[in-house]
């Protein structure tokens, strides 16, 4: 039975896809994975904006969207779209502000009960550790722009050099936490003016850094593999390329909007300027974007190096004794050249993941030899209040999404309507009353962040482990969490 | 106020409603300041005239407001005057203004919400016969 929402007709083609057939310009159809009872979350912008991106030029397959879905600019939040690089666009819109905003799951060899007599205590000294909040700057010395140069173009092997971290970590981070392409001569000054002093910082909004303990196991197999276990104490992080990104991205919007009627490409949202992944244009935001990628990368490896040092120092323990390793990094927010199943053939695309995780199968060649037999680590952060999830890459991913997956719970609430639902509520008692500890810079951030304004990630996340995209490993839940 | 916020899924959307294009610009600015900062009281210790151009008044506004986000981020200078000079419609969009500034460096300012940038998020000016509205959306 064909569901219509706001105009727009979705055909089910199996439990958890809905199709909306071709028209207005559309190039390819879109496709949704939602489960039949989230639909009721859906107003019809974000429909429309799938929509919208299938207009794109060069198109390949289906304008996707995962089921944590919800408007974004140009591309919705959870959108992915791969263009045929010999013809097809790169879109800054296809990739957002924070540019290679994502999450790393470091592991330890520690039970909840090691740190549960310290965890107040650990919580405020990483809290005093990292810098967190409205333009948060200084964790390290104040970058020369000679290290800013290095850290766009090298990416994580810099922040190893600097002594933050260990081969491993670059082994098991997306892309190897360098993507070759960037060249900070294509960076903008007012991008490195931005993005100077904020290495090492974790920002506002929905960044976090999350001290968690692993709740339940669903594949034993993969789970040993990956080296999680039942009660195991982990720690994620969420943030991205700071003021930096934000910049490039602006930068971008505006340049590429002059390439578009340059190129006389018709699009239905200006959100979606764009140039062809091959032009001059392309190729500049291309390079400036990765330069942000690698930023954000070589962030996320100091935070988390900051935070070993935190978990040691507190907690009186040796190297040997905390085992810390990263699990996984991922970027949630990215474009990328890569080869896919186009019409029964190889192509080289450009994937466009907004709001939407990589998600690669078994014997990949981009995936580290540990993740050869397992696929890779999937990471999906909920709420703070709740639970997250680690999965596993499938081959199913492979065919029909590209390779990608959803990337965390999808917002249910306004900004504004948070605020008004946390009034005359104790939310810092509430989640202590849960076990969770809460340091933030202010009560709005915590209201606006709260549990009740997210779905549920454990249903976002069905649909995807359902559609057989993702195979569900492990679940997290948090015991203490550091915001903006 | 000649601003207000409309509800938004995720960010935060800014409305702004005055007689003329040139009168929506400070209203704008005042809504903005009202999201990124907490304070409300300012000195001004320091004055820049800005030429901003464009195709349209919304990509004026928006690049105005993603100029002095730029300036609050990196410099910690947050306008708290804006005198408009010049403004003309044709035969493209252009503004001079002497726009004051004061210092977070020097007076304690607190910062409220960290703005990624203005985006052109279905940015059209509309006129309802009286006056003219422009919604913009902050990317928090």
């Not at chain 1, 040796?318 to 996984?328: E, I, P, V, W």
């Not at chain 1, 397992?374 to 081959?395: H, N």
């Not at chain 2, 900062?37 to 800005?50: A, D, M, P, R």
């Not at chain 2, 419609?89 to 300012?109: C, G, K, R, W, Y």
């Amino acid at each position: 039975m064909p569901l219509t929402i706001k105009g727009i007709t979705l055909q089910q083609i199996t439990e958890c896809v809905w199709e909306i057939a071709p028209e207005k310009g559309m190039r390819v159809p879109g496709r949704v994975y939602i489960s039949p009872e989230m639909l009721s979350g859906i107003n019809g912008e974000e429909l429309k904006q799938v929509m919208n991106v299938a207009c794109l030029p060069g198109i390949v397959n289906y304008s996707l969207a995962m089921p944590d879905i919800h408007w974004g600019y140009g591309f919705p939040i959870g959108g992915v779209a791969a263009t045929r690089v010999s013809d097809g666009v790169i879109s800054p819109g296809g990739v957002g502000y924070d540019i290679n905003c994502g999450v790393r799951l470091a592991l330890t060899g520690l039970n909840y009960t090691d740190i549960q007599p310290k965890l107040e205590q650990l919580i405020k000294n990483l809290y005093n550790a990292i810098p967190t909040g409205v333009g948060a700057r200084g964790a390290i010395s104040k970058l020369q722009l000679n290290d800013l140069k290095k850290v766009s173009e090298t990416g994580v092997s810099w922040a190893l050099e600097q002594g933050f971290g260990t081969q491993n970590d670059k082994e098991c981070t997306e892309e190897f936490g360098c993507m070759k392409e960037a060249d900070f001569s294509a960076v903008s000054q007012k991008a490195k003016e931005r993005g100077i002093d904020q290495l090492g910082t974790l920002g506002s909004g929905n960044h976090f850094l999350e001290i968690e303990v692993v709740r339940e196991i669903y594949d034993e197999e993969i789970a040993r593999s990956y080296g999680l276990f039942k009660g195991q104490v982990v720690v994620q992080i969420h943030t991205g390329s700071r003021g930096f990104g934000y910049q490039i991205c602006d930068d971008f919007v505006k340049q590429l909007g002059e390439a578009t009627k340059k190129y006389k490409i018709d699009l239905p949202d200006r959100q979606l300027a764009c140039a062809p992944v091959d032009s001059e244009e392309g190729e500049l935001y291309f390079r400036s974007m990765a330069s942000a990628a690698n930023f954000a990368w070589t962030n996320r490896q100091i935070i988390m190096e900051l935070a070993k040092r935190e978990f040691l120092k507190t907690l009186h323990l040796q190297q040997s004794d905390l085992r810390f390793r990263l699990l996984y990094d991922v970027s949630h927010n990215i474009a990328k050249i890569e080869k896919h199943l186009v019409d029964g053939k190889i192509e080289s695309v450009c994937v466009h993941r907004k709001g939407a995780t990589r998600a690669f199968a078994p014997g990949h060649p981009d995936l580290p030899n540990m993740y050869q037999l397992t696929g890779q680590p999937v990471l999906i952060p909920g709420d703070m209040g709740r639970y997250s999830f680690v999965c596993a890459g499938t081959q199913s991913a492979m065919e029909a999404t590209f390779g990608s997956s959803c990337h965390g719970a999808g917002r249910l609430m306004s900004r504004s309507m948070a605020l008004t639902a946390a009034k005359g509520r104790n939310l810092i008692g509430e989640l202590r009353e849960k076990g969770i500890i809460i340091q933030a810079k202010g009560n709005d951030t915590i209201a606006e962040e709260m549990p009740g304004v997210y779905k549920d990630v454990a249903s976002v996340v069905d649909v995807m482990h359902r559609s057989g995209i993702i195979r569900k490993v492990a679940k997290l839940r948090p015991l203490g969490v550091i915001k903006g | 106020m000649p601003f207000d916020f409309i509800d938004h899924p995720a960010d935060i959307a800014l409305h702004a409603f005055n007689t003329s294009y040139s009168n929506l610009l400070p209203d704008f600015i005042q809504g903005w300041r009202s999201v990124a900062v907490e304070s409300t009281k300012f000195n001004s210790v320091l004055t820049q005239i800005i030429k901003w151009e464009a195709e349209s008044f919304e990509e004026l506004a928006i690049n105005m407001l993603n100029d002095l986000n730029f300036f609050l981020d990196t410099r910690g200078q947050i306008c708290v005057e804006f005198t408009i000079m010049q403004f003309h419609t044709t035969p493209i969009f252009s503004l001079e203004a002497a726009v004051q500034f004061d210092d977070n460096t020097m007076h304690d300012i607190v910062r409220k919400q960290e703005i990624k940038a203005i985006t052109f998020h279905d940015a059209a000016v509309q006129f309802d016969g009286k006056n003219y509205h422009l919604k913009l959306v902050l990317d928090i």
